[in-house]
């Protein structure tokens, strides 16, 4: 069974999709952008777009009913290669050891022109994997 989560502290859906669902006590996230929900601003610059994907990620996978330290995997696409050792240190404060698995991939282009999306993986704080 899938239980769709929405919530006003992440970027709404700007296409035919759910922000993030749960299916078989793991939480998926769509691809999350550096837009502020609250006013729909994109910050400037790679460090601080970093610091508001990452937000909105933290504030939807809490949504969710999961937190950052059960998160198992990330993809993070960016839109320049030079930016990832700034983004790189911001994913740093974020997350703990032991880290999440991750792949990171320079593409040509994202939704609104950001610099950078990332989505997740997370398990459930009541469903804990062996």
């Not at 508001?52 to 330290?69: V, Y």
């Amino acid at each position: 069974m899938k239980q769709i989560i929405s919530t006003d502290k992440a970027p709404a859906a700007i296409g035919p999709y759910s922000q993030a669902a749960v299916v078989n006590g793991f939480l998926y996230t769509s691809g999350v952008i550096p837009v502020d929900p609250a006013t729909g601003n994109i910050p400037e610059g790679s460090v601080a777009q970093a610091e508001q994907a990452f937000t909105n990620i933290k504030n939807l996978i809490e949504a969710g009913g999961s937190s950052m330290d059960k998160v198992i995997k990330t993809t993070v696409f960016i839109k320049e290669m030079n930016d990832f050792a700034a983004i790189n240190e911001v994913y740093g404060r974020y997350f703990v050891e032991p880290y999440p698995c991750r792949s990171c991939v320079e593409v040509a282009r994202l939704p609104k022109d950001v610099m950078l999306e990332i989505e997740a993986i997370a398990e459930m704080n009541d469903h804990p994997v062996d």
